[in-house]
């Protein structure tokens, strides 16, 4: 089977050829660049209009150089459907629609965030990883759960690269500004930023601003890039470590143009084998946008029947890559592992080990992360933890008994709660006391910060919450949101049936919190990249 691809979401006017006999990929690039500042969509729509025929030329007299007789030998034509610029997306899509008519070939559409994640599942052999998909305009973490590719986290405000980007255009230097911050960061010391991470979700804005308010200050800017790299860097890693942990998968893939730092791939790499788990990152022409991920993609899905008639192929601007129905891959098959089989989840902070009836828990050093900013995190969390554990008992949540702290080993001692977290336990009534003991901690002025299955401990007759490592006290309706926010991605991403868990947990939360915190996880709810 041989398919064109073709790809120009944004930025890169791509064509390539995919051959399945031979799994050779021929890509054919060429990718805009701006004069100035960042991505202009009317300058980047002149430039597919211009380059996209031309690549598309290229692709096609390697075809017909390589085919086995007559013609082009091509079976299907697969295009980016979205995602991206919508002008961009109409070239693109007018492109394919016009080849594959000539041709008279089915046509394929592919979702280019999608086609990130595919590329490296088909290269790494790997069963069901976890893919970190870190590119200019997205970031997140999906996982294959119940028939389609769950966000299991995300940027809360913008994309990765966007967001370095916008830190390099208040220097004045050219797009893109991922490479340039690469390069700089190399003559740099640690300079310290802000870290936010919620759950498996995170956010840029504030990161960004101070950098760019450091520059101003008179930092050395070489100091605020090496900074910057270790601080987004670090908290892509640490996500991914929540969401291997959160899945019980041990395979991680990356996807996306970001991706090419090896200052990323190296913190990816190094997290993966302190925990024992397997990493692939795809050599660079696969990381940047490129028509050889949606042939390879767009070969998957042809052969799974998943075609598109012309009057049907509109793109999309706003495609999510978990509206996708995954045709081409098994329903049973799942990133989730069984949550009861022993030795199989990891924490993504800590060890744990139990004496009698205590519990020991230990926050490993790091060594991905910077040796200062791994410090000061596991010292911040283990007083955090101590601390909020504590006020959550007190106002009639049920926690362990907190028996002994040492912050600067990152060691805290507790009683033994429960015999199994809630991921091997869901239940609607367990949802639902979830729901109530967030409430009342919201109410006492502060947050859990990582509500996820796996840090609430079900006994017999009691729910606990467990692990506040990521709490602080506010009162923020934004911040109690994202409480419920985080609780909620968990487990849609796991559960065999989520709704009528979500609906007991919501009750729950509705039968003792604030109206206006519901209100406001709806605003978040639409706020993920392309809502």
Same mark, same amino acid.
């Given at each position: 089977?041989?398919?064109?691809?073709?790809?120009?979401?944004?930025?890169?006017?791509?064509?390539?050829?995919?051959?399945?006999?031979?799994?050779?990929?021929?890509?054919?690039?060429?990718?805009?660049?701006?004069?100035?500042?960042?991505?202009?969509?009317?300058?980047?729509?002149?430039?597919?209009?211009?380059? /996209?025929?031309?690549?598309?030329?290229?692709?096609?007299?390697?075809?017909?150089?390589?085919?086995?007789?007559?013609?082009?030998?091509?079976?299907?034509?697969?295009?980016?459907?979205?995602?991206?610029?919508?002008?961009?997306?109409?070239?693109?899509?007018?492109?394919?629609?016009?080849?594959?008519?000539?041709?008279?070939?089915?046509?394929?559409?592919?979702?280019?965030?999608?086609?990130?994640?595919? /590329?490296?599942?088909?290269?790494?052999?790997?069963?069901?990883?976890?893919?970190?998909?870190?590119?200019?305009? $997205?970031?997140?973490?999906?996982?294959?759960?119940?028939?389609?590719?769950?966000?299991?986290?995300?940027?809360?405000?913008?994309?990765?690269? $966007?967001? /370095?980007?916008?830190?390099?255009?208040?220097?004045?230097?050219?797009?893109?500004?991922?490479?340039?911050?690469?390069?700089?960061?190399?003559?740099?010391?640690?300079?310290?930023?802000?870290?936010?991470?919620?759950?498996?979700?995170?956010?840029?804005?504030?990161?960004?601003?101070?950098?760019?308010?450091?520059?101003?200050?008179?930092?050395?800017?070489?100091?605020?890039?090496?900074?910057?790299?270790?601080?987004?860097?670090?908290?892509?890693?640490?996500?991914?470590?929540?969401?291997?942990?959160?899945?019980?998968?041990?395979?991680?893939?990356?996807?996306?143009?970001?991706?090419?730092?090896?200052?990323?791939?190296?913190?990816?790499?190094?997290?993966?084998?302190?925990?024992?788990?397997?990493?692939?990152?795809?050599?660079?022409?696969?990381?940047?946008? $490129?028509?050889?991920? /949606?042939?390879?993609?767009?070969?998957?899905?042809?052969?799974?029947?998943?075609?598109?008639?012309?009057?049907?192929?509109?793109?999309?601007?706003?495609?999510?890559?978990?509206?996708?129905?995954?045709?081409?891959?098994?329903?049973?098959?799942?990133?989730?592992?069984?949550?009861?089989?022993?030795?199989?989840?990891?924490?993504?902070?800590?060890?744990?080990?139990?004496?009698?009836?205590?519990?020991?828990?230990?926050?490993?050093?790091?060594?991905?992360?910077?040796?200062?900013?791994?410090?000061?995190?596991?010292?911040?969390?283990?007083?955090?933890?101590?601390?909020?554990?504590?006020?959550?008992?007190?106002?009639?949540?049920?926690?362990?008994?907190?028996?002994?702290?040492?912050?600067?080993?990152?060691?805290?001692?507790?009683?033994?709660?429960?015999?199994?977290?809630?991921?091997?336990?869901?239940?609607?009534?367990?949802?639902?006391?979830?729901?109530?003991?967030?409430?009342?901690?919201?109410?006492?002025?502060?947050?859990?910060?990582?509500?996820?299955?796996? $840090?609430?401990?079900?006994?017999?007759?009691?729910?606990?919450?467990?692990?506040?490592?990521?709490?602080?006290?506010?009162?923020?309706?934004?911040?109690?949101?994202?409480?419920?926010?985080?609780?909620?991605?968990?487990?849609?991403?796991?559960?065999?049936?989520?709704?009528?868990?979500?609906?007991?947990?919501?009750?729950?939360?509705?039968?003792?919190?604030?109206?206006?915190?519901?209100?406001?996880?709806?605003?978040?709810?639409?706020?993920?990249?392309?809502?």
């Amino acid at each position: 089977m041989r398919i064109v691809g073709i790809e120009g979401t944004a930025w890169a006017a791509s064509a390539a050829l995919y051959d399945t006999e031979t799994d050779e990929v021929v890509i054919e690039s060429d990718p805009y660049q701006p004069d100035s500042g960042g991505i202009h969509p009317r300058e980047a729509a002149e430039h597919m209009g211009t380059a /996209i025929p031309d690549v598309v030329a290229t692709v096609l007299d390697q075809a017909a150089e390589t085919a086995g007789g007559d013609g082009l030998d091509v079976d299907a034509v697969a295009f980016s459907r979205g995602p991206g610029l919508g002008p961009c997306l109409r070239i693109v899509g007018t492109a394919a629609r016009a080849l594959a008519q000539t041709l008279s070939v089915p046509l394929v559409g592919v979702n280019h965030m999608v086609a990130h994640l595919e /590329i490296g599942r088909h290269q790494s052999g790997f069963d069901s990883p976890v893919c970190l998909n870190a590119s200019g305009a $997205n970031a997140h973490l999906l996982g294959y759960h119940n028939g389609r590719y769950r966000i299991l986290g995300e940027t809360m405000d913008t994309g990765v690269g $966007n967001a /370095i980007d916008k830190f390099t255009r208040h220097l004045d230097w050219s797009h893109p500004g991922g490479p340039k911050v690469e390069q700089r960061a190399k003559d740099g010391d640690y300079y310290d930023l802000p870290y936010v991470v919620k759950g498996m979700d995170f956010s840029f804005s504030g990161i960004m601003s101070a950098a760019k308010d450091a520059v101003d200050d008179g930092v050395p800017v070489e100091d605020v890039c090496a900074g910057l790299q270790e601080t987004i860097f670090g908290m892509l890693t640490e996500v991914a470590e929540r969401a291997l942990s959160l899945t019980g998968t041990d395979e991680l893939v990356l996807g996306g143009g970001v991706g090419q730092n090896a200052r990323l791939r190296a913190m990816l790499a190094s997290m993966c084998e302190q925990r024992g788990a397997d990493f692939y990152a795809p050599e660079p022409r696969f990381l940047r946008d $490129n028509a050889g991920m /949606i042939a390879v993609l767009g070969a998957k899905m042809y052969a799974a029947g998943d075609t598109l008639d012309v009057a049907d192929s509109s793109v999309d601007p706003n495609f999510r890559p978990d509206e996708v129905p995954v045709t081409w891959r098994g329903e049973e098959e799942s990133v989730v592992r069984d949550p009861s089989a022993s030795g199989t989840i990891r924490g993504a902070e800590a060890t744990v080990t139990f004496e009698d009836d205590r519990v020991i828990k230990r926050r490993v050093p790091k060594a991905y992360r910077h040796p200062a900013l791994d410090e000061r995190l596991r010292a911040e969390r283990t007083r955090a933890e101590a601390r909020l554990t504590s006020a959550a008992r007190r106002v009639g949540v049920p926690t362990p008994v907190v028996y002994d702290i040492d912050p600067q080993d990152g060691t805290l001692v507790f009683e033994y709660v429960g015999h199994d977290d809630l991921a091997a336990a869901l239940t609607v009534d367990r949802c639902r006391a979830v729901g109530r003991h967030l409430a009342a901690i919201h109410d006492a002025g502060f947050v859990h910060g990582d509500p996820t299955t796996r $840090n609430v401990r079900v006994g017999e007759e009691r729910t606990y919450l467990v692990d506040f490592g990521l709490g602080y006290h506010t009162g923020h309706v934004e911040d109690h949101a994202m409480d419920l926010h985080v609780f909620k991605q968990s487990v849609a991403g796991t559960a065999a049936e989520s709704a009528p868990l979500l609906d007991a947990f919501e009750a729950g939360y509705a039968a003792a919190g604030d109206a206006e915190v519901r209100t406001r996880l709806r605003a978040i709810e639409g706020r993920g990249r392309y809502q």
